[in-house]
């Protein structure tokens, strides 16, 4: 028998069909024949050697009807193969379908992961600018007042030196006068002395030297160094202001005896 009851690859299921197609394909040698050649061959194969049997004259009709029963069997046989063949493909294409499935559910995941982790590094990467932003606004503030700080001490005027205390054997300043000869001092010059002596005693600074480069005199009397002591513990604006004001009334008297000439208005 060609075909086989216990065959599954055969596909029939019935064994009456089985037996049926069996005795028909027993009616000549070549049916069987043709059967067992044919097995691993393809559909195309097989019909066209069907084709050249049924068309060969020499050969008994009772042989052709064999051979396209056996084809009938192997047609069937190859259905059944390319179903299996196509049951394994869809199965293969369920569990590959199911792969991505999984894998773009885990994909998703760690995209979720991904952008919870770059909005969190993105708000520390905010707080840490904040942060930045406010040390940088403490250090110019601290910039500004320390360039205030130096502009003011710029400004300033230095402090006076503490001068030297005369030695105990040289006799005391005052009781000697050291003139230099200058020239006629004039009321204007003599004012212009005693302001500029004053202000060099006030502020420690050098004395002040003629229009014509001789000093002026070294020495004045206590009651005036007394004034000139209680005058900068006032303040030196206050000492300009109480010198410039005897000067100018001393000004004013002249120019109404007629002795200076007034001034004459741009």
């Known amino acids: 028998m060609a075909l086989n009851s216990e065959d599954l690859s055969s596909g029939f299921r019935h064994g009456k069909v089985m037996a049926f197609i069996n005795e028909r394909m027993s009616t000549h040698a070549k049916g069987p024949e043709f059967y067992l050649e044919n097995l691993s061959l393809s559909w195309e194969n097989v019909e066209d050697k069907l084709r050249a049997i049924l068309e060969d004259r020499l050969v008994p009709i009772q042989a052709k009807e064999a051979c396209a029963w056996s084809s009938l069997a192997l047609g069937v046989r190859f259905a059944h193969k390319q179903s299996q063949l196509h049951r394994h493909r869809v199965q293969w294409l369920h569990d590959f379908a199911g792969l991505h499935r999984s894998a773009a559910q885990a994909l998703a995941s760690d995209m979720k992961l991904l952008t919870a982790q770059h909005e969190v590094e993105r ?144």
């Open 123 to 266: 708000k520390e990467a905010a707080f840490q600018l904040q942060l930045t932003q406010a040390s940088l606004a403490e250090v110019q503030k601290e910039r500004d007042l320390l360039k205030w700080k130096l502009f003011k001490a710029v400004r300033l005027p230095s402090p006076a030196l503490p001068r030297p205390a005369p030695p105990r054997h040289a006799p005391p300043r005052h009781a000697h006068s050291v003139l230099l000869p200058c020239p006629p001092p004039t009321p204007q010059c003599q004012g212009r002395s005693q302001l500029c002596l004053l202000f060099s005693r006030g502020f420690g600074l050098p004395r002040r030297q003629s229009q014509s480069g001789q000093a002026w005199p070294l020495s004045v009397g206590l009651e005036q160094k007394e004034q000139v002591k209680r005058r900068r513990r006032q303040g030196p604006l206050l000492l300009l202001l109480r010198l410039l004001k005897p000067q100018e009334e001393e000004d004013r008297r002249m120019r109404r005896g007629g002795k200076l000439p007034t001034r004459q208005k741009i």
